[in-house]
Every structure is written in structure tokens, then in C-alpha cells.
């Protein structure tokens, strides 16, 4: 199994920053595509920002320019900065990570639990 352990969410004023991380662990053979994710209410849980083990990153229009995604191999841990939010960026961010865990030959997405971020004068 893998965990995934989320942290920065909060609430700030538009044209804030946030910066969320989320780290994996456990019994994890090989990470692969890291991302993130949101759900506002009413909507759709939506892609944010993915990026490959490589490096390789994707974002939703909505948040370019905006956001950024990276991660940290030797940490397994990945990140989302969040510049210049909107009120429309409020919503429940979530981690997820395809991983392969040890004893399974299994390439499965893992989810965080979700963090909220509000973005509200």
C-alpha cells in the first residue's frame, strides 16, 4: 500500500500563494505519474497539474502561468506553488500518485486525503 500525506492548505486572499506538498509512502516498488487534483463544490473533481517521474509536466489552462508543479524523487514527494489565486481556485485539492507497490504487480493510482484551499477576501 501507499500513503499519501498532504500538507499546506489553507485559506488566503486573492493574489495570494500556497504551496501544497504531498509525500508517499509505504511499501512503494516505483512511483510514476504525480499530480494534482481538485473539487469544488458542485463541480467535477478536475486535473491541476500533473508531472512524470521524468520531469514532465502538464497543467489544465485554467492554471497556467499560475501554478507549478514539481516533485522530489528522493523524497517521493510532490508539490503544487499557487500564485496570483483566484476565488476560483477554491476547492479540495487532492494528491494522487500511480504507483507500484512492493510484492504486486499492480500499477495503481493512490489518492491523499484532500486539503482545502480557500481563496477568499
Known amino acids: 500500500q501507499v500513503q499519501l500525506v498532504e500538507s499546506g492548505g489553507g485559506l488566503v486572499q486573492p493574489g495570494g500563494s500556497l504551496r501544497l506538498s504531498c509525500a508517499a509512502s509505504?511499501?512503494?516498488?516505483?512511483?510514476?505519474?504525480m499530480g494534482w487534483y481538485r473539487q469544488a463544490p458542485g463541480n467535477q473533481r478536475e486535473l491541476v497539474a500533473t508531472?512524470?517521474?521524468?520531469?514532465?509536466?502538464n497543467y489544465a489552462e485554467s492554471v497556467k502561468g499560475r501554478f507549478t508543479i514539481s516533485r522530489d524523487n528522493t523524497k517521493n514527494t510532490v508539490y503544487l506553488q499557487m500564485n496570483s489565486l483566484k476565488p476560483e481556485d477554491t476547492a479540495v485539492y487532492y494528491c494522487?500518485?500511480?504507483?507500484?507497490?512492493?510484492?504486486?504487480?499492480?500499477?495503481?493510482?493512490?489518492w491523499g486525503q484532500g486539503t482545502q484551499v480557500t481563496v477568499s477576501s
Open positions: 494522487n500518485t500511480r504507483a507500484r507497490a512492493h510484492g504486486s504487480i499492480w500499477e495503481v493510482n493512490y
Open positions: 509505504g511499501s512503494i516498488f516505483m512511483i510514476y505519474t
Open positions: 508531472i512524470t517521474s521524468g520531469g514532465l509536466s
